[in-house]
């Protein structure tokens, strides 16, 4: 017998599941599922019987009458393969000969300054996004110059990259500070669910302290099936009637499992829980309890709080880099040491790098910069001259 329906919505697809139950050879109840294909799935319905076929030896392996037997997956999947494995085969030479010639280009490279000539969109598409080349011009250690094309990169990695020079822009900052965002994501979330949490445990607790069990009738049992454009699963939902303390007869529907609404019929009884003041505020008994609201409560203040003090700590250094970009008095300074941190994006880990320069005054100071990607600090050794802002009315700061 098919008991339960339900869809499963993403993004590109869906995916259809049925709920059955049949009884084996051996006289064990057997309940599972399956997926089906949406044909399949229409054609079933809630509470109908269902043809099954099953192994002997092992019940729980079964399938339903229509689904057949899937000779045509591994056929295309097989095709695919021979067509797929030769063009994996030059991709991944290909890309093992380029992964080499990086490593040795970051082992064994001459690093020099490079200036930008161009800026462009290619034909290739990532996730239906256009990538981004830079082609930039630098002399070697004999002084020929070269023209070279970077690899092609996201529009956010391109933005602010300018021919004849490096512009630095908001949004190329805050992708530098990403951990702002990741703060305020969680914050966000956190809270959401923070307020959500302590509404749910007062309510909890007021039926705990508060709510009062009685016997109602069982009025009446539905089936609300699953179908593409409504309910994305079956629900057996059981309608009652019980008399609060006032006398008045209230009505409520409360959803149960598939064995209690096959056992409960019109006319027995069924134990409710409801809160004295508000009796359309019903529910079966035993069902609730406040550990979901005080775990999802726990939760949330964890979000909260890392949330929040990441976006303080980390949004105070954007506010100052930038400012520092906009108004800071320029300065030439010297790389004293570049080092590897603790902070990863994107599952790379991020550096540092450490520089000394004087100010307007003449007075030295140093500075460290913060989580830079690893190829822009192994474009830079200790020694090399690099451009500093620093604020006037406070040098040390830059």
């Known amino acids: 017998m098919v008991l339960t329906k339900s869809i499963a919505r993403g993004k590109n697809e869906r995916t259809y599941r049925v709920g059955y139950r049949f009884l084996a050879s051996d006289g064990t109840t057997i309940r599972t599922h399956a997926q089906v294909s949406p044909g399949l799935w229409d054609r079933l319905a809630e509470r109908e019987p269902v043809r ?178 409504g309910n994305s699963s079956t629900r057996y939902e059981i309608a009652y009637r019980f008399f609060a303390e006032d006398g008045r007869p209230v009505e409520g529907v409360n959803v149960v499992d598939v064995e209690e609404w096959e056992r409960l019929e019109p006319g027995r009884p069924f134990k409710v829980t409801y809160l004295p003041g508000a009796p359309d505020a019903s529910r079966a008994e035993g069902t609730g309890g406040i550990a979901g609201p005080l775990i999802m409560s726990g939760i949330a203040i964890v979000f909260v709080f890392v949330g929040g003090t990441l976006s303080v700590v980390t949004g105070r250094g954007l506010v100052r880099t930038w400012r520092l970009l906009r108004i800071g008095q320029p300065a030439r300074g010297s790389v004293i040491a570049i080092r590897e941190t603790q902070v990863t994006v994107n599952r790379q880990r991020q550096w540092e790098i450490r520089y000394r320069y004087q100010d307007h005054v003449g007075r030295t100071h140093e500075g460290t910069s913060g989580p830079v990607a690893p190829h822009e600090a192994q474009a830079l050794t200790e020694g090399d001259s690099i451009d500093v802002r620093f604020d006037r009315a406070e040098p040390a700061s830059s």
């Open 52 to 229: 099954v076929t099953y192994l002997k030896s092992d019940p729980r392996v079964s399938r339903l009458e229509g689904a057949g037997p899937d000779r045509s997956g591994p056929a295309i999947l097989t095709l695919i393969g021979l067509v797929v494995a030769p063009i994996g085969a030059v991709v991944f030479f290909k890309g093992v000969r380029g992964i080499a010639r990086q490593v040795r280009l970051q082992t064994e490279g001459t690093r020099t300054y490079a200036t930008v000539i161009d800026v462009a969109p290619t034909k290739m598409r990532i996730n239906g996004v256009a990538q981004w080349r830079i082609r930039y011009r630098y002399q070697d250690h004999r002084g020929r110059t070269y023209g070279k094309w970077s690899a092609a990169m996201s529009p956010e990695e391109a933005e602010g990259w300018k021919a004849g020079e490096t512009a630095v822009t908001f949004l190329r900052l805050l992708r530098r500070h990403v951990l702002v965002l990741f703060g305020a994501f969680f914050f966000c979330v956190g809270l959401g669910l923070l307020i959500a949490g302590i509404s749910e445990a007062l309510r909890e607790r007021r039926f705990e302290k508060s709510g009062v069990v009685v016997n109602a009738v069982v009025v009446g049992k539905s089936l609300a099936r699953a179908s593409r454009d």
